[in-house]
């Protein structure tokens, strides 16, 4: 069977905010755009998509990162920095620079070349072999919260001595993390397998959420 090669983007012409009066069209227009081997599109699975806040569109893939600008492709591969190919999540922080994480490492985009994080808990991390896995969030603050094999890590934007760990059984419920997400209000929401959670980045304690009887006793792979 012939693999797909194609992804679709929608971009909608009501992108900008309605001023006072003004409604939505009844028939709204819609132009999708095909984005394939002809824009220099060669990987067959994409991780996940965002649009940074200068309109660049980020694609994470088994094949690394690609940015596309409305006309071409290009691949952030090892000649920009990237320590491994295999990209799973790509995260623009507060302060507009492109994240990802990668089998190990985490490493940001510094508008040239990408840069490995200097974390402080290599030694750490290694010591409790904690490898990391798919997920990324950042809090108003900068700070830096990764999903492990088992648990979260958060990294001080400021202060390598503020870095700290909770680890399953101890400071979140025994289990596999899956998901972590900032939340409106400020705080980490987090996701134990089929249970909810949030982190207070003040003071680093945990609440979980009761469990919704509508909700299948399943893992939960993503908060948005």
């Known amino acids: 069977m012939r693999r797909l090669r194609y992804f679709v983007l929608a971009l909608t012409l009501v992108s900008l905010p309605l001023s006072a009066g003004e409604r939505i069209p009844a028939d709204p227009v819609y132009i999708f755009q095909s984005i394939g081997v002809e824009q220099g599109y060669t990987t067959a699975t994409p991780y996940s998509v965002i649009q940074d806040s200068k309109g660049f569109l980020w694609i994470s893939s088994m094949n690394g990162l690609l940015r596309y600008d409305g006309f071409e492709l290009v691949l952030f591969g090892e000649k920009y920095g990237v320590p491994e190919s295999h990209a799973v999540q790509v995260i623009e922080a507060p302060d507009g620079k492109i994240w990802t994480v990668s089998l190990g490492k985490i490493f940001y985009f510094d508008g040239d070349m990408f840069r490995v994080l200097n974390t402080g808990m290599e030694d750490l991390l290694e010591s409790q072999k904690l490898p990391f896995e798919k997920r990324l969030a950042f809090d108003k603050s900068g700070n830096i ?42 705080t980490i929401l987090f996701a134990v397998e089929d249970q909810l959670g949030r982190i207070d980045p003040v003071s680093g304690n945990v609440t979980m959420m009761a469990k919704m009887g509508v909700v299948p006793a399943e893992a939960i792979f993503s908060i948005a």
Do not use: E
């Open 145 to 186: 919260y990764v999903i492990h094999q088992t648990g979260i890590v958060r990294f001080d934007a400021g202060d390598h001595r503020k870095n700290r760990i909770w680890l399953p059984g101890k400071d979140i419920p025994k289990g596999m993390v899956t998901a972590v997400k900032l939340s409106l209000d400020g």
